[in-house]
């Protein structure tokens, strides 16, 4: 049996459904995240200001506004929450997978303490991502072009991060709902789409080097008497 043969039946399929799922959580989470944004800046303030004014607890004919605008504020929040945690549920899977489609005894623990520990999850991801990229045989000259997708996509997480931690608290004394706005949202958008580009060029380079062997075997297949070359007939 040819050696590229056995390497095609021993490997483990590409997750591409498992990418497919990261595309639509992300533009789920994007889209959410976009609505809560809308409705900070058009009617944030003057809710948090009809809130103090009937102390927490709208009653009456006059409150029945303010009663619909905060549960349509909660029904946002709950969007935002329930996609952020459908995306990266899906990106860890993905991940998982992508692991497993280079080597199929690759761990998971590994994955669970790089997005988990503190400190250690504001580098080993990234590092995690390109392990992947490096073990799936990438093609010469292309490590520069996927160091600076993966740098990119890897810095805007970082600074919606530090935007959601550090700026977000000092805001929301300012009288705002929750105090997101435009900034964490453009750096909400950037981050998903390079982090979408990642996992395409992964899942594409991944394909590329299961098609490869698939091809190596196909051309040392006998054909009609031959070996390598269909045309070839014996005489």
Not at 1 to 25: C, F, H, K
Not at 135 to 141: C, L, S, T, Y
Not at 178 to 197: F, H, K, M, N, W
Not at 204 to 227: C, I, N
């Amino acid at each position: 049996m040819a050696r590229g043969e056995i390497n095609v039946r021993n490997a483990q399929a590409v997750p591409t459904r498992a990418a497919s799922a990261v595309y639509v959580t992300l533009a789920a989470q994007v889209l959410s995240l976009c609505a809560l944004v809308i409705f900070e800046q058009t009617r944030g303030r003057r809710l948090t200001a009809q809130l103090a004014a009937f102390g927490g607890r709208p009653q009456g004919a006059d409150a029945e506004a303010v009663v619909g605008a905060v549960t349509v504020f909660a029904v946002l929040m709950m969007l935002v929450a329930g996609t952020s945690i459908a995306a990266a549920a899906a990106y860890v899977t993905w991940l998982v997978r992508a692991r497993q489609a280079n080597d199929r005894s690759a761990a998971t623990g590994p994955i669970a303490a790089a997005w988990l520990v503190p400190g250690v999850n504001l580098v080993a991801p990234a590092v995690l991502v390109d392990g992947v990229w490096r073990g799936a045989r990438p093609p010469a000259g292309g490590r520069g072009r996927w160091l600076a997708l993966l740098a990119g996509w890897w810095l805007s997480w970082l600074t919606m991060l530090a935007l959601v931690t550090i700026r977000l608290p000092l805001s929301t004394s300012d009288g705002d709902l929750t105090g997101v706005g435009v900034p964490e949202l453009v750096c909400a958008v950037v981050a998903a789409l390079l982090c979408a580009a990642t996992v395409r060029e992964l899942t594409a380079l991944q394909r590329a080097g299961r098609t490869a062997p698939a091809e190596l075997v196909l051309e040392r297949t006998p054909h009609s008497g031959s070996f390598g070359h269909p045309g070839l007939q014996k005489g």
